[in-house]
Every structure is written in C-alpha cells, then in structure tokens.
C-alpha cells in the first residue's frame, strides 16, 4: 500500500530483551502496523510499518500501557520537520566545521526544512577525504601492488622488483582527494539551497550568535560545533625543536626517505609504517605499550607484531622514549627498553601518537560549553553540551574518531537540535579497522571486557588455515576470534585479523546490534570460498572441530 510508511519510536523505561519482547508485543496489537522492524532497549527505540490507522495516540498509548513511555517521531523515513522554534535568528541551524559530521549535520537539516549555514575556514571535507583515510589507503594500496611484485605464495608467477615512482603515486592520491573533495562536498552542497556556506572563521559570542572572521555577526536558534581534531605529539624533550612529520605532510613529502622512525603503533601509525616499509623505506616503530594496535584483543596485537617484523619492520614496544634530536644526518631517538638504554637514526621522524579536539580560539569557554581532560567537548546522550543552545559531533568530542562515526554523530546532533532531543547517541555496536596488511577488525567486547561486564564468555578463536578461501589464496596470516554470552549464547564481540578483516567485520556488528546467537551465525548460509565464511566457521567452533568437517559441512 502506499500510504504504509514507517516510523520511529522513542521508547523510555526499556533495560533487558524481555523489555523488547513486551514493547514489541504491545505494538503488534496497534490497529495499522503490519511489521514491527526493531525494538532496541539498548538505542531506546522501535521502527514498526504502518499504515495511517496507526496514530501517533494509539502507539504512544498501546507502549504505556505495557509499562514504557513512547513518542512518535518521524514518518517514512524522513527527517522529522523542524520543531525548536528561531524566534527571528538568522538560521534555524548553524554549524561550526566543515568536516563529515558537519555535512551530515546540514544535509539532516536542510532535509528538516531549517535554514542552516555552516562555516569553515580550513579546507571542505575535514580529515577524512583530504589527509586522512581517502590518501592514506589508496597510498597504502599501492604500497601492497609494489610488495606484491616481489612477494607472493605462487612460484609459478615471476617475481617482479624495482623502486616506485613515489611522484606519480603521490600525484595520483591528490588527484583521487580533489575529485572526491569537489563531488562529495562542493558539489553537494550546491544542491541544497538551504544551506549558505562562509568560508571562514567564525568564533562563538553566545549561545545562540558567532562572529566571523570578516567582522559579521550571525544568529541561530541552534549552534553545532563540528570543528575535528587535529595530530597530538606527547611531550618528550628534543621533539617539538627538532620537527617531526604527521600524517599528513608524510604522505606528502616531496621523495622518499631512505629511513623512518614512527612514533605510535596503533591504527594510523602501523598504517603509514606498513606503507612506507613496503615501498622500500627502512622503517623503525616505537611503542610505549607492551603491545602494537594496543586497543585490540591482545592476541591481534601480539600476531600482528610478529607479522610486521616478519615482513622486515623494525618493532619495538614497551619503549620510554627519552629524547628526540635532530642533526643534519636526520633525526635520533633515544629511549629505554628492557632496562637498556638505545637509540635509533633515520632520515625522518613521523608521529602518530593519537589526536585532540580543536576546541581553542572558537569562543567556547565563553559560551557554557564544558571541555574534558582532553580538550573534547563533554556532550550528553543528545550530544547537547552543556549550554542547551549548542550541539557537538565528531572528533571534536573525543573518541571514537572515525568518519562514520562523526556523520551519524552529525546527523543526530542536528535532528536533536531541530527537533528536541529524540535519538540517543548509541556506539554500542561499533566496527572498526586498521588497515594494515593482514588488516585488523573488530566490534563488541574482548572476553576481558566481557568478564568486566559480567558476562561470562564463550570464546572461540579459528586460524584462518581452517578457512577455504585463505588456502586457496596461500595466505593464512590471521584469526577469526569470537565473543558470546554463555547465558543466553549471543554474540558480544568480534576480533579479527585476516588480509580483508574490514570486509568481514559487518556481519558480526549486525549480530550484536540485534541479539544474534551463535546458532544464528551457524545456521546462516555463506557462500564457499569466502573469507566471510570465516565467521560461520568460526561460530561452529563454539561446539564443535571444525578440522574434522568437510569443506561445505554444515
């Protein structure tokens, strides 16, 4: 039919499965829904298919009298109309930072029907398209073709060798930036008549007004910071006076180095180490922490370190750097290890040693706006600040900075500023990759986690050498490591390193999101030869030995 359309509902007073079951059950007898989509106690919300007998009274109703307090509030998948009044401001909306959560703020908004401007001083897009994950990994994917050529599992194939033209790939990184950048951003923007852009600074001088860098004063009835982040260097002594690289001016350097010392193994710097090791740099990796990508399972870390320094990575973890110094001859670190004292040279000094919010020179303490320990803004579940006038999404928040996150963080943000607090802001299912070679996935918890929680964990941990289509590729570097309940057999969390981990690690977040189990993993079909078919076999792993099933056992 086609007036069926469906609806959001925000639902308070939910705190376990049985509470979605009796939500779920109460609006089933609504008069108009046909299908009830998703009720979640976790993102205190639930999608049904409607017809127009289904009032926003009789589902708020049918919700109450179970117990739970409901609101309807948005229709066939549109942004909610406008509900917080502008009381003569010049914008409904108006945000701060042209990065992704700031275009998806607006493109929400001017799908509300607001007045939304946006300004921006620095270049459209943010981090993510211009030095951040658009160069990054398609300079790391020319990285793995100029290592491929020389190292491959196929004796039949020659193996291939020679430097690389860093200028020709280098060029064709900002190529790929400048097209994205002017299709994905200028380009949208044009589109939306409801949005006004001012390419410059704007400083906040209320709640509810900013001053731009021209001498302009604009109004809105809501604000949003959007503003990013920017690298991080920790303080050891001899590094801000000597210089060093980000991740940024790395990948644009000029030619090649000969030699290169990262600061910092987690996600950005073994990214970038990888790809500098791989286009033949010398390359040296000075961790802190016991292990690299130290954020993960601890059995990824420990793996993948051994796979870097296979491939011929220098990797040292559990370090003190001590100094930094630079000299004609490039640069020297010294630091402790083990009780020693050591030192390493190269011709570069890279660090990637985490990043920060940019919160300074916006006028934000001056506004009501509260800062963390960290510099981010400290938001409620709305992503309200502390100034109910003013909004905040993206890195500018503090972690977890990823893309993805800060546009469904943008997105939300602007439909609660507009419409009056109705999503909550749910990271409770959460993938993410680092790009390194084999890659590293993950969401959920680790079995430590879990325990913390108070869940007792199944653990199930496969090698990829147990998976078809990592044989027939003779690349078997890696695992697939799952995380269940062993109460209710739901999955809570999965770990994976495999050479395309990131195309892998969707299945698992979507189980989690939805209260899957490990019989619904199992009893999903896989297409053969798949890395994905990791995941079910990894699943049958729970009960079973998966080296004594047949290549298609079910």
């Known amino acids: 039919m086609s007036d069926v359309r469906e609806l959001s509902i925000e639902v308070r007073g939910m705190t376990c499965d049985h509470c979605e079951r009796s939500v779920a059950n109460a609006l089933e007898t609504v008069p108009g829904v046909e299908q009830v989509l998703e009720v979640s106690h976790a993102g205190a919300i639930a999608r049904v298919k409607a017809g127009p007998e289904a009032t926003s009274d009789r589902i708020e109703g049918a919700v109450a009298k179970a117990g739970y307090r409901a609101r309807v509030r948005s229709h066939g998948g549109a942004a909610a109309p406008v509900a917080v009044p502008s009381r003569g401001a010049d914008f409904d909306l108006l945000i701060v930072g042209g990065g992704s959560a700031g275009f998806a703020a607006a493109i929400k908004g001017a799908d509300m029907g607001a007045r939304v401007a946006m300004a921006e001083a620095g270049t459209l897009g943010g981090t993510c398209v211009n030095v951040g994950c658009v160069p990054s990994k398609t300079l790391i994917r020319a990285a793995e073709v100029q290592h491929r050529r020389s190292h491959h599992p196929f004796d ?318 003779r690349d078997t570097r890696g695992f697939v490591k799952l995380v269940a309940d062993a109460a209710t057999r739901k999955i809570v969390g999965a770990h994976i390193l495999a050479a395309e981990a990131g195309e892998m690690i969707t299945e698992p977040a979507l189980a989690i999101k939805h209260g899957l189990t490990i019989e619904d993993l199992t009893g999903t079909f896989h297409p053969y030869l798949t890395l994905s078919e990791g995941i079910k076999l990894a699943a049958q792993t729970f009960d079973r030995d998966v080296a004594k099933l047949s290549c298609c056992a079910a």
């Open 156 to 473: 039949g194939i020659p193996a291939g060798d020679g430097r690389p033209d860093w200028a020709r790939v280098r060029g064709e990184k900002d190529q790929l930036v400048g097209e994205l950048r002017q299709a994905k951003y200028r380009d949208v923007l044009r589109s939306y008549e409801a949005i006004t852009l001012f390419e410059q600074r704007a400083t906040l001088t209320s709640g509810r007004s900013v001053r731009l860098a021209d001498g302009r004063t604009l109004t809105a009835g809501r604000i949003l910071i959007a503003t990013g982040a920017s690298p991080w260097a920790p303080p050891i002594p001899g590094l801000a006076e000597s210089g060093y690289l980000e991740n940024a001016s790395a990948m644009a350097l000029d030619r090649l180095p000969d030699s290169l010392i990262v600061i910092g193994a987690s996600a950005v710097g073994l990214e970038l180490a990888q790809m500098f090791a791989r286009l033949g740099v010398r390359v040296t990796v000075l961790e802190a922490l016991p292990r690299v990508v130290p954020a993960e399972d601890p059995a990824i870390g420990e793996a993948l370190g051994d796979l870097l320094r296979a491939e011929g990575l220098d990797v040292r973890t559990g370090v003190a750097i001590e100094s930094v110094s630079r000299a004609d001859d490039g640069y020297s670190a010294r630091f402790q290890e083990e009780g020693e004292a050591r030192a390493v040279r190269a011709d570069q000094l890279l660090v990637a040693a985490g990043r920060r919010a940019n919160t300074r020179g916006f006028g934000l303490e001056d506004s009501g706006v509260t800062l963390g320990k960290n510099g981010e803004i400290v938001v409620n579940e709305f992503l309200q600040t502390a100034n109910p006038g003013i909004y905040a999404a993206g890195d500018v928040i503090g972690d977890p900075m990823f893309v993805y996150v800060a546009a469904y963080g943008g997105a939300l943000a602007a439909e609660n500023a507009l419409g009056g607090n109705v999503r909550h802001y749910d990271l409770a299912a959460l993938p993410k990759v680092t790009f390194t070679d084999p890659a590293v996935a993950s969401v959920g918890l680790t079995e430590d986690q879990a325990r913390a929680a108070g869940i007792e964990p199944l653990v199930s941990k496969l090698p990829l050498e147990h998976v078809p289509r990592a044989l027939a590729a």
